[in-house]
């Protein structure tokens, strides 16, 4: 069965860090591409960055370019997204996804990022 | 980068009605939009992808149509546990796999 587990989501202040991962199991992690979305409360879908398969070609959306890092461990089969200068607009339920071109047909339970004083 | 406009941005049907959204997409996307629905502080699922193919385990009463640039997603008849919310996604650009906006459907 594949799964996909978010963690390290909380309460941060603005400006501050957090990272998150997920835990990936039940297929060849290897094999896909992964993307982070994000879904502030009330609002709609937003991919926020995605990484090859390889781990060599990441991309960002605009608004976190220069703050959000992201990267992968095949080994482990796990995916990070360090979150560096957080923003009150970062507030959201943060999704792991399974990517092919059909689609995103897996997706985790979400991790909720808080950015508030 | 691909904008995706859905339409209406909320509707309000009864169990049993046909139901159609649809999915504008500010370029020509071949076949490759997929739809999702959303309930409540769940994650999303994936319903139809490329276009019109019914992903696995997905009812058939759900079906998606088109090419280019306009889409729908249409439910022939509506179930309770249908009342959701509803995004299209292109999956063209193969770095930007934007979303549109969303349709919530309620119940009437």
């Known amino acids: 069965e594949v799964q996909l587990v978010e963690s390290g989501g909380g309460l941060v202040q603005p400006g501050g860090s957090l990272r998150l991962s997920c835990a990936a199991s039940?297929?060849?992690?290897?094999?896909?591409?992964m993307y982070w979305v994000r879904q502030a409360p009330g609002k709609g879908l937003v991919w926020v960055s995605r990484?090859?398969?390889?781990?060599?070609?990441?991309t960002y959306v605009d608004s976190v370019k220069g703050r959000f890092t992201l990267s992968r461990d095949n080994a482990k089969n796990t995916l990070n997204l360090q979150m560096n200068s957080l923003r009150a607009e970062d507030t959201a339920v943060y999704y792991c996804?399974?990517?092919?071109?059909?689609?995103?047909?897996?997706w985790g339970p979400g991790t909720l990022v808080t950015v508030s004083s | 980068d691909i904008q995706m406009t859905q339409s209406p941005s909320s509707l309000s049907a009864s169990v049993g009605d046909r139901v159609t959204i649809t999915c504008r997409a500010s370029?020509?996307?071949?076949?490759?939009l997929n739809w999702y629905q959303q309930k409540p502080g769940k994650a999303p699922k994936l319903l139809i992808y490329a276009a019109s193919s019914l992903q696995s385990g997905v009812p058939s009463r759900f079906s998606g149509s088109g090419s280019g640039t306009d889409f729908t997603l249409t439910i022939s008849s509506l179930q309770p546990e249908d009342f959701a919310t509803y995004y299209c996604?292109?999956?063209?650009?193969?770095?930007?796999?934007?979303f549109g906006q969303g349709t919530k459907l309620e119940i009437k």
């Open positions: 039940g297929f060849t992690f290897s094999i896909y591409s």
């Open positions: 370029q020509s996307i071949s076949t490759y």
């Open positions: 990484i090859t398969s390889d781990g060599i070609t990441i």
């Open positions: 996804v399974r990517s092919r071109q059909a689609g995103f047909d897996y």
């Open positions: 996604q292109q999956s063209y650009s193969t770095l930007l796999y934007t």
